[in-house]
């Protein structure tokens, strides 16, 4: 049986004081094809932490969403831009992904990133009010006619641009999958998976949620009323646990619910302030956005078409959408780009102290000037008083369990030996190992190209004998697997060893130790082969 639960910003909708500028958040709309129950609400929170989520077990959707960053991102990497080239002014400050890799899950070089972690073209943007946004994205591209990709049926006519974009990512060869993944690839890895494997420290909900059923296909059987592991169905629990995450208790909504307490003086005055410089024009209270997409020129349009990339009218050239100020002081980064990093920033480009491009630019933002009085007024109300402190703190229901991304790290170790162009092999053992792991897989890279890899991977540490090698490679008790490399050269060379983990718990807290050997002629020692680093790997 499916219960319906009430989404708390409906009950503040009583008491609205709009002549003060706003008065509480309206209810968070629902479409009538995904009511909003309890039960697709903690799957869908279970699906947005799983790492294994991705082709590589290494993104979940809360790796780039992190509630107490307001959703957005406390990782930096650099995108290379519209030029292509690393280190000029228009690259964006954006959300790290995944390792490229093709069609045979295999990693697979690409420009500008070649065999490192691909880094998205813009910012995560604060996540805790597109429950209340027609479309998703700076750009709105996912829209509300939610067709859900799988069959390719129109699932939601209207109102499902959360359910849009929840399907983008997990098919998106950057942030979370590999060339060409299917809808039925990732059914099959979630019904074999144990929810949140690599997770720890498991919120409430999601323990209990998981103490009744510990599967996908019973998760998906309460939620859903048939164990199917769907994309409509992944859309829907995704879009319903962000429908849930309503930061509603600011400072700012108390005040406005009638407590005098709530905001200091200047807290009040900065609000005063934000108002009498037309900010709330486009960030218009309570939601802190009107949902319009506008040019303030952060950089030149043909950089970034926005919007017009969208609807290709001319008109929308560089425009974005506006952001939400709500729980803004949280934000490690501000602007589709990244570009500034601290709110003093944002308000000496709102006072032109930081130069833009004036081509179709906003006329609010060019006719702005702020005293510096009033700036540090602002900047109190915007540091604080829009901050939920649940989200800050990361209480519920902005709880979330710690992602193995966050523990620690495979330890790599070993120099290795340098081969053709004295270039060592690099080991690429980023991957976590967790039992039953379909996805797992070890690589190498700056190896001699189109030759003999071979990869050791042994249950023992390193040889206390003094050896070379910094694996205990003792036949049989090690396993030895060989590929050809890709590539052409010295150092162009790379190949990836699928190792998919039995699904034996047996296994679990065993750690794996491996390194890779690289047939190369002229490797240094006279052996004919170069040796990368090696890696140890514990298992989940
Ligand atoms: C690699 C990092 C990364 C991962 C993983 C990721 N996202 Fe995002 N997310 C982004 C970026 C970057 C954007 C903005 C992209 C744009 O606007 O062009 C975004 C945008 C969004 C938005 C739009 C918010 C708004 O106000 O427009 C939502 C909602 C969202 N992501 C949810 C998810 C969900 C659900 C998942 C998992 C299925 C996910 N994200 C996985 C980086 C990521
Ligand atoms: C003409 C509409 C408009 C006005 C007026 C406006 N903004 Fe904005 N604001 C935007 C848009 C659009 C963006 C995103 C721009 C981008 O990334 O290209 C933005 C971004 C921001 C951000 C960054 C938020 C984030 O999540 O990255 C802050 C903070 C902000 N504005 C504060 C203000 C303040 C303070 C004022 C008044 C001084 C103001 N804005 C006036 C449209 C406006």
Same mark, same amino acid.
């Given at each position: ?56 077990? #290494? ?5 780039? @969403? ?53 880094? #998205? ?214 602007? @589709? ?204």
């Amino acid at each position: 049986m499916r219960v319906p639960i009430t989404i708390q910003a409906s009950l503040f909708l009583v008491g609205t004081i709009a002549a003060q500028g706003g008065g509480a958040l309206p209810p968070v709309p629902a479409p009538p094809q995904n009511p909003v129950t309890a039960e697709k609400a903690v799957l869908g929170k279970i699906l947005f932490w799983d790492e294994q989520l991705s082709s590589d077990d #290494t993104m979940a959707c809360g790796t780039c @969403h992190l509630p107490e960053a307001n959703g957005a991102d406390p990782r930096f990497g650099t995108h290379p831009g519209f030029d292509g080239l690393f280190g000029t002014i228009d690259d964006p400050l954006a959300s790290p992904g995944i390792v490229h890799l093709d069609a045979n899950r295999h990693y697979d070089p690409v420009a500008a990133f070649g065999l490192d972690v691909q880094v #998205t073209g813009r910012t995560a943007p604060a996540a805790f009010t597109s429950q209340w946004s027609p479309e998703q994205f700076w750009d709105g591209r996912a829209t509300s006619r939610f067709v859900e990709p799988e069959f390719g049926t129109l699932s939601i006519p209207n109102g499902g641009s959360l359910e849009s974009q929840a399907v983008g990512p997990i098919m998106s060869t950057v942030e979370m999958g590999h060339d060409g993944r299917t809808w039925a690839e990732v059914a099959q890895k979630l019904a074999a998976a144990r929810p949140l494997a690599l997770a720890t420290q498991l919120p409430a909900d999601v323990q209990a949620a998981l103490a009744q059923d510990p599967t996908y296909p019973a998760l998906f059987l309460r939620a859903f009323g048939s164990a199917l592991i769907t994309a409509e169905r992944i859309g829907f629990a995704l879009a319903t646990y962000e429908r849930t995450l309503v930061a509603d208790r600011t400072p700012w909504d108390r005040h406005h619910q009638g407590d005098p307490t709530a905001m200091t003086m200047s807290q009040r005055q900065g609000f005063q302030r934000f108002r009498q410089h037309q900010c709330d024009a486009c960030h218009t209270p309570p939601l802190f956005t009107d949902h319009t997409y506008r040019v303030l020129g952060l950089r030149p349009w043909v950089e970034d078409p926005g919007r017009m990339a969208v609807t290709q009218n001319f008109a929308d050239r560089g425009a974005f959408k506006v952001p939400s100020l709500r729980n803004t002081g949280l934000k490690p980064s501000y602007m @589709h780009n990244g570009s500034m990093t601290n709110l003093v920033q944002v308000l000496d480009f709102y006072d032109h102290q930081i130069p833009s491009f004036p081509d179709n630019q906003d006329p609010l933002y060019a006719a702005m000037s702020i005293p510096a009085a009033d700036k540090t007024l602002m900047l109190d109300f915007l540091q604080n008083a829009l901050t939920d402190p649940r989200v800050a703190a990361g209480l519920p229901p902005f709880d979330r369990p710690r992602l193995r991304s966050e523990q620690q790290p495979n330890v790599v170790y070993g120099a290795g030996s340098a081969g053709s162009g004295s270039v060592t092999p690099l080991l690429m053992a980023h991957q976590p190992a967790v039992v039953g792991g379909v996805d797992f897989r070890i690589g190498v890279r700056d190896a001699l190209g189109a030759t003999t890899a071979v990869l050791a991977v042994s249950p023992l540490p390193a040889s206390p004998t003094g050896l070379p090698l910094p694996i205990h490679v003792d036949l049989p008790a090690s396993m030895l697997f060989t590929s050809t490399t890709a590539g052409v050269g010295p150092a162009a060379g790379y190949a990836t060893f699928p190792l998919p983990i039995p699904n034996d718990t047996r296994l679990q807290g065993a750690v794996i130790y491996t390194q890779s050997f690289v047939l190369d002629p002229a490797a240094v020692g006279g052996w004919g082969i170069a040796a990368s680093d090696a890696a140890s790997i514990p298992v989940f």
